[in-house]
T-cell receptor, first 113, second 114 residues
Framework: QKEVEQNSGPLSVPEGAIASLNCTYS??????FFWYRQYSGKSPELIMS????GDKEDGRFTAQLNKASQYVSLLIRDSQPSDSATYLC?????????????FGKGTKLSVKP | NAGVTQTPKFQVLKTGQSMTLQCAQD?????MYWYRQDPGMGLRLIYY???????DKGEVPNGYNVSRLNKREFSLRLESAAPSQTSVYFC?????????????FGEGSWLTVV
């Protein structure tokens, strides 16, 4: 059974700080990695995807992937109250049912003004 | 830009009743999915359809059936609803069942079984 693990939080950071969200996954052949943001009562929204080891930056967001350690993280710089949401880590394999998205249970982030 | 549209948004059912959740996407995607989301359990895949004419079980298929009506539409049916099926249901789609294809979600359907 493939697993994606996240700290459920809540993670509380002050406005302007860096929020660091972490995720580990069990399947070594996982191919692609995603971070979704979900506001309360809303659907998941993709904010970052990463496929290769290293860092990928998009505005205030940086995703980091380490396949050897089976670890993926999301850094949010200059955190804003509007970043308060649950962040879902998701992992996909390749081909057939392996191509399905497996989600972690999410980390709830609270950014305090 | 509608994307993925689900109906109904809210529904209350009595135990034993049946209902169908409807889903349609206008992005010409080949693959479609049904997920459920429960507190503390995250999003779990119920069924998926890799392409028109195919459907497969996901992680939690018991108590559900699906129909891929055409390329656009993928419905989820509860034949005899149980309180354990109280959940938020999300339909989703992607261009293909490939690792780098983004999965897009509908707005969700809140189902309560009493």
């Amino acid at each position: 059974q493939k697993e994606v693990e996240q700290n459920s939080g809540p993670l509380s950071v002050p406005e302007g700080a860096i929020a660091s969200l972490n995720c580990t996954y069990s399947d070594r052949v996982s191919q692609s990695f995603f971070w979704y943001r979900q506001y309360s009562g809303k659907s998941p929204e993709l904010i970052m995807s990463i496929y290769s080891n290293g860092d990928k930056e998009d505005g205030r967001f940086t995703a980091q992937l380490n396949k050897a350690s089976q670890y993926v993280s999301l850094l949010i710089r200059d955190s804003q109250p509007s970043d308060s949401a649950t962040y879902l880590c998701a992992v996909r394999g390749y081909g057939g049912s392996q191509g399905n998205l497996i989600f972690g249970k999410g980390t709830k982030l609270s950014v305090k003004p | 830009n509608a994307g993925v549209t689900q109906t109904p948004k809210f529904q209350v059912l009595k135990t034993g009743q049946s209902m169908t959740l409807q889903c349609a996407q206008d992005m010409n995607h080949n693959s479609m999915y049904w997920y459920r989301q429960d507190p503390g359990m995250g999003l779990r895949l119920i069924y998926y359809s890799a392409s028109e004419g195919t459907t497969d079980k996901g992680e939690v298929p018991n108590g559900y059936n699906v129909s891929r009506l055409n390329k656009r539409e993928f419905s989820l049916r509860l034949e005899s609803a149980a309180p354990s099926q109280t959940s938020v249901y999300f339909c989703a789609s992607s261009e293909l069942l490939q690792p780098r294809n983004t999965i897009y979600f509908g707005e969700g359907s809140w189902l309560t079984v009493v």
